[in-house]
């Protein structure tokens, strides 16, 4: 019996620590297009993150992730590094700089081509 006791209260510590800093949030994403869905969620392929998606129509993202390996400031840092404000960084002027036309949000709306 105590050995049944001892078994189930083991199974229930590695089940609580499994969960324990796993964290889901939302902040907000500069953007237009899916060229920037694709690169802002690209960024967010870091140790830690478990899945992060942006929607081009909200500019939200929402982002799973380990609190024990990463923060969300990381995070946003990660994603301004590729020229996109994320929550209250603004995105690197020199990654702006060489986004496509399309996805330069400081500038205008972008305006699909028409091929």
């Known amino acids: 019996m105590r ?3 001892l078994t189930a209260f083991c199974l229930y510590t590695i089940s609580t620590k ?3 800093g796993v964290i889901t949030e939302t902040f907000t994403v500069k953007g237009n297009c899916e060229q920037c869905k694709d690169r802002i969620e690209n960024a967010a392929d870091l140790k830690g ?9 909200t ?7 380990s609190s024990d ?5 990381q995070i946003e840092e990660a994603i301004a590094a590729k020229g996109h404000d994320a929550g209250p960084i603004h995105g690197n002027d020199k990654a702006y ?5 399309c996805c330069k949000y400081r500038d205008a709306k972008c305006e699909e081509s028409k091929n």
């Open 3 to 5: 050995t049944l006791i």
């Open 18 to 20: 499994a969960q324990v």
């Open 49 to 57: 993150v478990k899945v992060l998606t942006w929607s081009p129509k």
């Open 59 to 65: 500019k939200i993202a929402t982002v799973s992730y």
């Open 69 to 73: 390996k990463i923060s969300l400031n």
């Open 97 to 101: 700089s060489k986004l496509p036309k």
